[in-house]
């Protein structure tokens, strides 16, 4: 009992990443991020704006009615759609070390109609990023990036779309975290059967 004790703790302590992101869950409003949106809380029908809220449908009569990813009940991130490809609504600064991979995690939801979603770092979309995005309910949307240098960089959620009517988006709990080594999961590994070995001692 004590062997299987001992294996979740150093799980947790090679699994539990830090989020390198700030405010990934929205719950702090709208602070920790950047957007080339506008911030528009309260007139949500033009495009290329954005509100952190709690239900999509507070902001367009048009949009389905939910609530968030994290609680049901908690805030996200709502975003109407610039009809002009590059610009992010959501991006944030971090410092990564080149080379080493990171776990990107997002859950997104479309409050009006299927659309897509990219990833971006530094300006240009990533390879293999692109993800659908469902009216039906929040999925989750991962991707692995391998830093390419040391030094900040910025990660950014980049709309494909430039259609006025749909190019609708609501996003929440993003993360960021380091990949663990294989050298952590192989000290995982060598903690439990020390354990285990001297439990039989």
Not at 30 to 45: C, I, K, R
Not at 71 to 97: C, D, E, F, H
Not at 129 to 135: A, D, G, I, K, P
Request: proline letters at 5%; hydrophobic letters at 40%; zero cysteines.
């Amino acid at each position: 009992m004590k062997e299987v004790f001992a294996f979740f703790i150093l799980a947790a302590a090679v699994g539990a990443q830090a989020n390198l992101l700030t405010n990934g869950d929205f719950e702090l409003g709208n602070t920790g991020f950047s957007s080339d949106y506008v911030h528009s809380p309260l007139d949500y029908t033009p495009e290329g704006i954005y509100a952190v809220d709690t239900n999509p449908n507070n902001h367009h009569s048009l949009w389905l009615s939910y609530g968030d990813h994290t609680s049901g009940a908690g805030k996200m991130l709502i975003i109407n759609g610039r009809t002009s490809i590059g610009t992010s609504p959501w991006y944030q600064t971090v410092s990564l070390v080149g080379g080493t991979s990171y776990s990107f995690s997002a859950w997104v939801r479309s409050p009006y109609s299927p659309e897509s979603l990219q990833l971006g770092l530094n300006g240009s979309v990533l390879s293999g990023s692109t993800v659908s995005v469902s009216t039906t309910a929040w999925s989750q949307w991962t991707y692995t990036i391998v830093a390419p240098s040391t030094g900040s960089h910025v990660i950014q959620l980049l709309p494909p779309s430039t259609a006025s009517a749909g190019n609708d988006y609501t996003v929440d709990d993003i993360s960021l975290r380091v990949v663990p080594e294989p050298a952590s999961i192989a000290s995982l590994a060598a903690g439990v059967a020390l354990l285990a070995l001297r439990r039989k001692k």
